[in-house]
């Protein structure tokens, strides 16, 4: 059983177009996150939930909306893509919200705009 | 913001060798984490250290926290092809957010 899973895998698509990648936890966690590494492996915190609720946003394009259904888990939305958008996305998820929280990541998304 | 430097940026060994990765914090941390990734793949939990001064080993990995809790560093004693990958070392400051250092690529020739 896969802890933190993420769908899908891979996504190439044109520049202009929307997009969502799902993520789901089964790990009971309280809190998930979404992070972008860019191809010089740069890991960036995009947001974090914590019981549905938003508490990490940092900077980045409002064409970036994230969406917690439930706990367990937090899709994120994607309009308008741009070049500078390809990158790798990886969900994570930890117990509770708090930097000493081990985090556990999915296997990521790799999206390539073109 | 909390900046985490992380050096080397690459780093490359003969198996075997010993390898050390270091991670600076423009400000005074609550604690680190360190995870690896290996090519292709995400990251990996580690280890944390929280007390200023710590050392933590996990058989060949050394990992120690600074007496004022704004450095870090991971030492791995005769490097394996099996240590290949990018370690991170992420730093808790105020807030909910770890941020994460940019990373140092190990690779190892056999």
């Known amino acids: 059983d896969t802890a933190v899973s993420q769908t899908p895998k891979y996504l190439v698509t044109q520049m202009g177009n929307d997009k969502s990648i799902k993520c789901e936890q089964n790990?009971?966690?309280?809190?998930m996150y979404w992070y972008k590494q860019d191809s010089k492996k740069f890991l960036k915190i995009m947001f974090s939930?914590?019981?549905?609720?938003?508490?990490i946003n940092e900077t980045v394009p409002n064409r970036f909306s994230p969406k917690s259904p439930d706990k367990a888990h937090l899709n994120l939305h994607i309009n308008s893509l741009e070049l500078g958008d390809s990158a790798v996305y990886f969900c994570?998820?930890?117990?509770?919200?708090?930097?000493?929280?081990?985090?556990?990541f999915g296997p990521g998304t790799r999206l390539l705009v073109l | 913001g909390q900046q985490v430097m992380q050096i080397p940026q690459y780093q490359h060994v003969q198996e075997g060798e010993d390898f050390t990765t270091y991670c600076n914090s423009s400000?005074?941390?609550?604690?680190i984490q360190w995870y690896k990734q290996r090519p292709g793949g995400h990251p990996v939990f580690l280890i944390q250290?929280?007390?200023?001064?710590e050392v933590k080993k996990q058989k060949r990995l050394t990992f120690q926290f600074g007496e004022a809790k704004k450095n870090s560093s991971l030492h791995i004693t005769a490097t394996q092809t099996t240590d290949v990958g990018t370690y991170f070392c992420?730093?808790?400051?105020?807030?909910?957010?770890?941020?994460f250092g940019k990373g140092t690529l190990l690779t190892v020739n056999p």
């Open positions: 994570a998820s930890s117990q509770f919200a708090g930097v000493q929280e081990t985090q556990y």
């Open positions: 790990l009971g966690h309280d809190t």
């Open positions: 939930y914590n019981n549905k609720e938003l508490i």
């Open positions: 400000t005074t941390l609550s604690n």
């Open positions: 250290l929280v007390k200023s001064g």
């Open positions: 992420a730093g808790g400051g105020s807030n909910y957010k770890l941020t």
